[in-house]
C-alpha cells in the first residue's frame, strides 16, 4: 500500500465500518468469539500444564538405609547425591521422622510400636527431589548401581531399598505427555478454524461491496488502490475483536480464576502474569495476521485481470 494512500484507506476503512455497522459488528463478533476460544484454551493449557507440574514435583525417591551404616557414611553419601545432577534436594529421615511420618498416617502406629517392645524397626532413608521428576527411573538406577549405596543399604538388595512407585510415575508420565501433545495439536487446530471462518466472514462482507469494486476497476484504479480499503477494514475489524477477546480473558482472570483457586485449594496452581501477557500479545498478532490475510485473500478473486 503506497504512503499516499494509507489516508483514503483508513479514512474509507472507517467511514464503511460505522456505514455498515450490522455487518461489521458480525465480522468483529467473529473474530472475537475465535480469538477468545483460542486465548482460553492457551490459558486452559497453562492451567493444567501447572496442575501437572505440582503433581510431577511430587513424585520422589526412596532410598532406604541399613541400621549398621556408620553416620559418616550415611553424610558422605548424602553430599555425593547432592552433587549429581538433576538433584534439586536431598533429605535425611532418621528412624524418628520416619516413625512419625507413619504415627500421622496411621492411627495404629503406638499399638504397632507397643507390641514390638519399643523397638521402631522403620529404617532411615534419603527423600531425593529431582529438577526434572521425568528422570525418576534413571536417577533409582543410578543410586541402585552406586556401590557406596550398596554398601550401607537397609537389606543389602538396592532393588528392594530403591522405591518410587514404578507403575504409578510410568502412567503419570504417560498421561502428562498425551495431554500436552493434545494442547499443543487443539490450539493449532483452532488457530486454523478460526482463520477459515474470520476468512469467510470477511470475504461475505467484500462480496457484498463487489459492485463497488468493479467500478473502481472500470475508472483505472490499482489493485493496490482498491485492495486498501477492504485489507485496513479487516485489519480493524481483527484488532477489535482481539482486544474485545483480551478484556474478556483478563474478566475471567481477575473474577473466575481466584474463585476457581478456592474451590481446589488442595491442589495448587498459579499462571504467571508472563503467560496471559504472552497470550494476549499472541492473540492481537493472530487477530491482525488472519485479518491482513484474509482480506487479501478474500480479495483475490475480484482483482483478477
Not at 139 to 151: H, L, N, S
Not at 204 to 217: G, N, P, V
Not at 252 to 259: D, F, I, K, S, Y
Request: charged content about 20%; proline content about 3%.
Amino acid at each position: 500500500m503506497a504512503p499516499s494512500n494509507i489516508g483514503y484507506s483508513l479514512r474509507e476503512a472507517f467511514s464503511h465500518f460505522f456505514r455498515n455497522w450490522t455487518t461489521s459488528f458480525g465480522a468483529v463478533i467473529t473474530i472475537f468469539l475465535s480469538l477468545f476460544i483460542i486465548g482460553l484454551f492457551i490459558v486452559g493449557s497453562a492451567l493444567i500444564s501447572s496442575a501437572i507440574g505440582t503433581i510431577e514435583d511430587t513424585v520422589t525417591i526412596n532410598a532406604f538405609i541399613s541400621d549398621d551404616a556408620s553416620d559418616e557414611d550415611v553424610e558422605a553419601f548424602k553430599e555425593k547425591l547432592e552433587s549429581w545432577d538433576n538433584v534439586a534436594s536431598v533429605n535425611f529421615k532418621t528412624k524418628e521422622d520416619a516413625y512419625q511420618e507413619y504415627a500421622n498416617m496411621s492411627s495404629s502406629a503406638d499399638s504397632t510400636l507397643a507390641a514390638l517392645d519399643g523397638e521402631n524397626p522403620l529404617p532411615r532413608s534419603y527423600e531425593i527431589i529431582m529438577d526434572d521428576s521425568s528422570q525418576v527411573e534413571a536417577m533409582a538406577d543410578r543410586i541402585k548401581d552406586d556401590p557406596d549405596f550398596q554398601a550401607i543399604s537397609d537389606t543389602g538388595n538396592p532393588d528392594d531399598d530403591v522405591l518410587y512407585s514404578q507403575e504409578m510415575v510410568g502412567r503419570l508420565f504417560q498421561i502428562t505427555g498425551y495431554i500436552r501433545i493434545a494442547c499443543i495439536v487443539l490450539v493449532a487446530l483452532l488457530t486454523f478454524i478460526a482463520f477459515i471462518f474470520i476468512n469467510n466472514t470477511i470475504r461475505l462482507s467484500i462480496t457484498a461491496r463487489r459492485r463497488e469494486i468493479a467500478i473502481m476497476r472500470l475508472v483505472g484504479a490499482s489493485n493496490g488502490f482498491i485492495r486498501g480499503p477492504f485489507v485496513t477494514e479487516g485489519v480493524l475489524q481483527a484488532l477489535l475483536g482481539s482486544l474485545l477477546a483480551i478484556g474478556v480473558l483478563e474478566l475471567v482472570r481477575n473474577l473466575l480464576m481466584p474463585r476457581v483457586q478456592n474451590m481446589v485449594s488442595w491442589m495448587p496452581f498459579n499462571i504467571p502474569l508472563e503467560v496471559y501477557l504472552t497470550t494476549y500479545a499472541a492473540l492481537v498478532v493472530v487477530g491482525l495476521v488472519i485479518g491482513l490475510f484474509g482480506s487479501a485473500i478474500a480479495m483475490r478473486r475480484y482483482l483478477k485481470v
